[in-house]
């Protein structure tokens, strides 16, 4: 069964560094997301993309959050500026077009802020 | 605006045993309602969905939950459990008719299976 894969699994980076998250969708899908958790609390949205732009954002989705697919496969979670509250369990997930379709989610990266 | 409220945070069970995962949403528009599960160190499966139709609804390893309109609550059942199942369960929503719009999930029930 197809599956969403996300790298690195872990991430640590120094406070104040970009990092960046990766997620190869699963091939058919056309909407992509990402959640994050931080620990020991909910999962929570923060973006949608759909047919190379933003479709919904959440209010946590600020302006040192940027998407991008790159090329046919890969989907991009950029972080411009870490901060210590950054750190959190971020989750790619991907869906087919249609409003019933259920989202298919990866193993997820867990970042770490220093 | 939608929110999810999972009523348990730990669940312990006996292997065998019936188990119920309480979930309550509140939302100002139509919604559909899913349970994921994530076991250690993985992302999360989905178990099941209502979208439309029979209230009850069966998924994968035995799950099955009931949507009840009227209480705004979407329970997870199973009639007898076993240690592999022993996960974190989220129950979420989402507003109907909007491809790739949000889950909004709730926070989560720990099920410990103990033999």
């Known amino acids: 069964e197809p599956e969403v894969t996300q790298t690195p699994s872990h991430q640590v980076t120094q406070m104040g560094q970009e990092v960046i998250l990766r997620c190869v969708p699963i091939?058919?899908?056309?909407?992509f997301y990402w959640y994050r958790q931080i620990l020991g609390q909910k999962v929570e949205f923060l973006v949608s993309?759909?047919?190379?732009?933003?479709?919904?954002k959440s209010e946590i989705f600020d302006d040192q959050f940027s998407v991008e697919r790159p090329d046919g496969s890969n989907f991009t979670l950029k972080i411009r500026s870490t901060k210590l509250e950054d750190s959190a369990m971020y989750f790619c997930?991907?869906?087919?077009?249609?409003?019933?379709?259920?989202?298919?989610f990866g193993d997820g990266t867990r970042l770490s802020i220093l | 605006a939608q929110s999810v409220t999972q009523l348990d945070s730990q669940v312990p069970v006996f292997e065998e045993a019936p188990v119920e995962l309480r979930c309550n949403y509140s939302?100002?528009?139509?919604?559909?309602l899913f349970w994921y599960v994530q076991y250690p160190n993985q992302g999360l499966q989905l178990l099941l969905k209502?979208?439309?139709?029979?209230?009850l609804v069966k998924g994968i390893n035995g799950f099955e939950a009931e949507f009840n309109k009227s209480q705004t609550s979407f329970h997870l059942r199973k009639p007898s459990v076993h240690i592999s199942d022993t996960a974190e369960y989220f129950c979420?929503?989402?507003?109907?008719?909007?491809?790739?719009?949000?889950?909004?999930f709730g926070k989560g029930t720990t099920l410990s299976v103990s033999s």
């Open positions: 979420a929503v989402s507003a109907v008719n909007q491809a790739g719009t949000a889950l909004i």
């Open positions: 091939s058919n899908h056309l909407y």
């Open positions: 993309f759909y047919n190379n732009e933003i479709s919904e």
């Open positions: 997930a991907s869906s087919r077009v249609g409003v019933n379709q259920p989202q298919h």
């Open positions: 939302s100002s528009v139509s919604v559909y």
């Open positions: 209502y979208l439309s139709g029979s209230t």
